[in-house]
């Protein structure tokens, strides 16, 4: 009888689907690490803080009074948005029913800032204070609540390199998240 001889030079078929998804593994857990030390925490919390003003400013036509609070919570440093709106009121003008929803917007490491004159400065919410938003309930276009009778129209949020806008329009109250400030290449 003859002796074959084998040649085991190459791999198998199971060894190279393992080594393929050990490999497939190390990179996602690689890219989901590096997108949230990249600007994507930025990218969602601009999405969420837009929709929910968005979502506010709806709320507001047709009831009595929406207010719509922007605040970094102190100790777990969230960005969150409180909506509390007023369904019915007493004779005396007070509320006698109101709704509230929470939502947050972003995590630690978001940094949010605000502008009161369409973008050219902005001052960054600290951790335990808050800005107000009102809506017209006729109109829907944006009530001033900033100091010095003015509006808050501009938002600037940033993580790493990556910054993004939500931009309130005064007259319309239209909102927008995007990756650049009008008027801006």
Do not use: W
Not at 1 to 30: C, D, H, P, Q
Not at 70 to 92: A, F, L, Y
Request: net charge positive; proline share 3%; charged share 20%.
């Amino acid at each position: 009888m003859r002796a074959y001889k084998t040649n085991n030079l190459g791999f198998s078929l199971v060894e190279l689907i393992i080594v393929v998804a050990i490999m497939s593994l190390f990179v996602g857990v690689t890219g989901y690490g590096l997108s949230l030390s990249s600007g994507k925490p930025a990218e969602e919390c601009a999405r969420k803080l837009a929709a929910c003003i968005q979502h506010g400013r709806t709320t507001t036509m047709g009831k009595y009074r929406n207010i719509i609070t922007v605040s970094k919570e102190s100790g777990s440093e969230r960005i969150v948005v409180k909506e509390e709106v007023t369904i019915k009121v007493n004779p005396d003008g007070s509320a006698a029913q109101t709704n509230e929803r929470h939502s947050v917007v972003g995590s630690k490491g978001v940094k949010i800032e605000y502008s009161m004159d369409g973008g050219s400065s902005f001052t960054e919410l600290t951790t335990g204070s808050s800005i107000m938003l009102r809506f017209d309930s006729g109109s829907g276009a944006l009530k001033k609540t900033a100091p010095g009778d003015a509006y808050y129209t501009t938002f600037r949020i940033s993580k790493a390199d990556k910054v993004k806008y939500v931009i309130i329009e005064t007259l319309t109250g239209r909102v927008t998240a995007s990756d650049t400030l009008p008027g801006t290449p």
